[in-house]
């Protein structure tokens, strides 16, 4: 009966240390830096004068975001997203003259903007917690183009959706670690894929 007892009170008084590290309502900041990939190919620069050419899909991508979790399981983000940039190198043959002129070829384009999202968490235990997003994405597309007629720019705007999937380590009750996936949808007429790791922050 003693050993009984003796348990019982060990675990009442671990309670509060198991409940420590859950997440809490109220509102959050946090940033995450990591890699982009955009899901672009020669063809996408191809106007029909293309010989040949090469594609860098991969960036350098940030963001920086607040929200307000309503319940430890439902929270609204707002964020500014940063995707980085893709290069593309190649030769154009200049046989009919539709966007490149004949010679090398090059063109950098990056995108960035501002988004809002639903975020929807689910605790796996004490410090590890997975989550859902899904909302919209204010993009803006810059390009710089360069070839024998000389450089010129191009830029569009527009929104698309975006979703994604993460995974979270509680420090504490204000603190966590995040590594998450998002994809970034008609930016203008192609996806990004964001992979980053990141701190959060509860505000109180």
């Excluded at 990939?37 to 996408?44: E, N, P, W």
């Excluded at 030769?91 to 010679?103: D, L, M, R, S």
């Excluded at 997975?130 to 993009?139: A, Q, R």
Aim: glycine fraction near 16%; hydrophobic fraction near 35%.
């Amino acid at each position: 009966m003693r050993k009984l007892l003796c348990v019982g009170a060990l675990a009442a008084g671990m309670a509060p240390i198991g409940a420590l590290y859950a997440i809490e309502p109220g509102p959050y900041l946090g940033f995450g830096i990591g890699a982009t990939s955009y899901d672009l190919g020669v063809s996408d620069y191809d106007d029909g004068n293309v010989t040949r050419g090469s594609v860098d899909t991969s960036g350098t991508g940030y963001k920086l975001y607040g929200g307000y979790r309503f319940t430890p399981n439902i929270g609204l983000e707002a964020y500014y997203a940063n995707l980085g940039n893709t290069t593309f190198n190649g030769v154009a043959n200049g046989t009919t003259k539709k966007h490149w002129n004949f010679g090398d070829i090059s063109s950098k384009s990056s995108v960035d903007g501002f988004g809002a999202a639903m975020v929807g968490t689910f605790p796996v235990n004490r410090d590890f917690n997975v989550h859902g997003k899904f909302g919209l994405y204010s993009w803006d597309f810059d390009s710089r183009e360069t070839d024998s007629g000389g450089s010129f720019r191009d830029s569009d705007s527009g929104t698309g959706l975006m979703y994604g999937l993460g995974v979270s380590y509680q420090f504490n009750f204000q603190t966590a670690l995040q590594l998450e996936w998002e994809r970034y949808t008609d930016v203008p007429s192609f996806d990004v894929n964001f992979f980053s790791l990141g701190l959060s922050f509860l505000l109180y």
